[in-house]
């Protein structure tokens, strides 16, 4: 008992001792700060002594602090009904609010600043106070976890006693793909990944220590985007997801994935084709998805974005979290500014070189790719960190910072590139703090699809697959081709975070009130061509009749690769250049206009025929094998969402003491296969066995 009470008396001494060395750091801060900026005294009208001023920065510091500490987190509750967007740039006011309040409190009356310069005063101030507090614990392991707790979820509440088994964190690196993951490790890029491959992967990256991890390749479907990988691992099933949009003709709506009803709708979907509300479902949480997993912990998913907001369903609770912390959140708004800076920068650099391929990243771009790559990143890893040190059994979060920037600046780009470098540094933090959380953990990482380069559809040929079809159809083509809508998945992100459900431009997607013409849709490199005045999906041999030059002008072009069409004949047929038209089930023999795509296109294609929802015709770019280009049909120079390329190879990244995720020799190919190998490591790990109770039933209905 005397050992115990000496160990409580020698934690808060410590904490005590830091407190005060914070404090003074803090006051000498500010006296320095008093001294270079010239709003912001510590005296009054006459000259004060150096006591005077030393004393009147101490009360100031010390209120300053005092305040950060306990309002801070009641203002950060309160603006959660504030927009992401707008929070990240209140977060410099409020700080400098506070500072103004300190120095209001000063009995003396004596300290004074300008707004504009309480605002840099407060931002330097919370910066070097969190430095010095981090340089006071960094030997410090329990005020480590103590400064590490106050990031976890405040909701969480107080559950049983954390069990001694292993506990799994699957982070998904959105966009990343197999390929592209060696070149970074090779290229000294992403070191923590590096050190867990060990010898053998990259040049110089051998750490004389034995591999921890193994890596394997999986191939996607032919949806190679987020909303059908993401529910396939999550929730066990995505048949039905023809592409990343696509319209339902007996609901007359478009279904686009990372629009929160849609999403909503999906998951629903999901849960009644497999009867379990997913991977999550017990001890589980959900940081950063396009759905819950059936996880009771959830930050910035959008499937439960639409619903009414209440406790259970306050998607951007993670925010307060993590901005609960003054010092999180003005590192956190700073790094969001310089990063709208860098990426005017980059843009800016590009077009004065006439960088080729090169899509427009202006408008709101910078400030979706800052909170991409900065706050969502920031939330999210908060997050998880909360989640090991509250001892959850199963958590999966996505980090979408390197899709939305490779879309733009290109899978391989110096931007994207950076990208990748901050990743890492988030997994060796996650890995960090799993060695001071309560039970043991293994880290999963995997990815949902890689990208593909190349130039868009638009620029190459100046229309768009719209007006092609339109052409085709022998219907009258705009003189000037319209721009398309990217569909990256960080605005889902966004969406989620601003609990609004911005749906994309109606008149891109909703039926014209000539119901004859044709609906176009663009995923990636995949196009959808739907005509919804028929209610059934038309074959072949009804839209030659309709329009008999269409899918000659379609698979004939140089920019498509081939054509998925319905046959009254054969069932479904690929089409091809020439008229090269091949029976489904002869492409094993003859793969035809799908050879260039390599292994597996032929099982991709046949599956989507399945789906009651697949297009009338289903289009998918041109791709070359050599270069591994294809030509999206969004605006975007790294691409996915069809066959072709690197977009189609993800990676599993897993602990050898899982078990091997195929046999050898075997391929790993579907997101519904990755949901049973992170099934079966959960079991093998004692996690959660995924039985959907009457009360489960009732809250995923």
């Known amino acids: 008992m005397r050992g115990v009470r000496s160990e409580r008396w020698r934690r808060v001494a410590s904490q005590v001792g830091r407190s005060v060395a914070v404090w003074i750091v803090s006051t000498l801060t500010m006296l320095v700060l008093a001294g270079i900026l010239p709003d912001f005294r510590l005296q009054s009208a006459h000259d004060d002594s150096a006591t005077h001023i030393a004393v009147t920065a101490a009360f100031g510091a010390g209120a300053f602090g005092l305040l950060s500490a306990l309002v801070w987190p009641l203002l950060i509750r309160l603006m959660l009904l504030v927009p992401a967007f707008v929070l990240g740039l209140l977060v410099f006011f409020l700080n400098g609010a506070l500072l103004l309040l300190a120095l209001r409190l000063n009995p003396t009356e004596q300290g004074d600043a300008a707004p504009e310069t309480a605002v840099v005063v407060a931002a330097v101030m919370s910066a070097v106070a969190s430095a010095t507090g981090a ?44 390929d592209l993951l060696l070149d970074a490790v090779g290229k000294g890029l992403m070191p923590t990944v590096a050190r867990w491959l060990a010898t053998g992967i990259g040049v110089g990256v051998g750490t004389g220590r034995g591999p921890t991890h193994r890596l394997t390749p999986w191939r996607t479907d032919w949806s190679s985007q987020t909303g059908a990988s993401q529910l396939g691992i999550l929730h066990g099933s995505n048949h039905d997801i023809p592409a990343f949009r696509w319209y339902e003709k007996d609901r007359e709506e478009v279904m686009v994935c990372n629009r929160p009803t849609s999403a909503a709708e999906l998951q629903r979907r999901a849960i009644e084709a497999t009867g379990d509300t997913g991977l999550l479902t017990l001890d589980g949480a959900s940081r950063g998805n396009l759905f819950s997993g059936g996880a009771e912990e959830q930050a910035l998913v959008l499937s439960i974005a639409a619903r009414r907001r209440s406790r259970e369903t306050r998607s951007r609770a993670g925010y307060f979290a993590y901005f609960s912390d003054p010092a999180n ?184 009130s000539r119901r004859s013409e044709p609906i176009v849709l663009a995923s990636g490199n995949l196009g959808l061509v739907s005509f919804p005045d028929v209610p059934h999906r038309m074959s072949k041999e009804e839209i030659d009749a309709r329009h008999p030059a269409l899918l000659s002008t379609l698979a004939n072009h140089p920019g498509v690769g081939f054509l998925l069409v319905r046959s009254e004949e054969h069932g479904g ?117 995924v039985p959907l109770t009457e009360r489960q039933e009732r809250r995923a209905a």
């Open 135 to 178: 340089a006071l614990t960094v030997r410090d392991d329990d005020a480590y976890r103590s400064r590490l707790y106050r990031l976890a979820d405040r909701r969480r509440g107080s559950g049983p006693t954390c069990p001694s088994t292993q506990g799994t964190v699957f982070v998904q690196l959105d966009g990343v793909g197999h």
């Open 329 to 512: 959140a003005v590192r956190t708004a700073m790094s969001f500014v310089a990063e709208v800076g860098r990426e005017i920068g980059q843009s800016t650099r590009a077009r004065a070189r006439k960088v080729r391929p090169r899509v427009g990243r202006g408008g709101l771009y910078p400030l979706i790719r800052a909170f991409a790559t900065v706050v969502e990143r920031d939330v999210v890893v908060a997050a998880v960190m909360g989640d090991m040190l509250a001892g959850r059994t199963a958590v999966y979060a996505d980090l979408v910072a390197y899709d939305e920037v490779a879309h733009h600046s290109g899978p391989i780009s110096r931007d994207a590139e950076k990208v990748l470098e901050r990743l890492d540094r988030s997994l060796a933090l996650i890995q960090n703090v799993a060695e001071h959380a309560p039970r043991p953990y293994r880290i999963v990482v995997l990815s949902d699809h890689g990208q593909s380069p190349g130039e868009t559809f638009r620029t190459r040929y100046g229309l768009t697959l719209g007006d092609l079809v339109r052409a085709g159809s022998g219907l009258p083509v705009p003189r000037r081709a319209r721009r398309t809508h990217s569909g990256a998945e960080a605005r889902a992100a966004v969406r989620a975070a601003l609990r609004r459900p911005v749906e994309e431009r109606a008149e891109q997607y909703r039926p014209s």
């Open 573 to 689: 047929v690929v089409l091809g250049p020439f008229g090269e038209q091949i029976p489904l089930d002869e492409l094993d023999e003859n793969p035809g206009p799908l050879a260039d795509f390599g292994p597996g296109a032929a099982d991709a294609v046949r599956r989507t025929h399945s789906f009651p929802h697949t297009a009338d015709i289903m289009v998918n770019s041109w791709y070359d094998p050599a270069e591994g280009e294809v030509l999206a049909f969004e605006e975007q120079i790294g691409s996915h969402g069809g066959l072709g390329g690197a977009q189609a190879k993800a990676f599993l990244l897993s602990p050898l003491d899982l078990s091997a995720p195929v046999e050898n020799g075997a391929e790993l190919a579907g997101a519904e296969h990755i949901h049973h190998v992170l099934r079966r490591w959960l079991e093998e790990t004692d996690g959660p066995q």
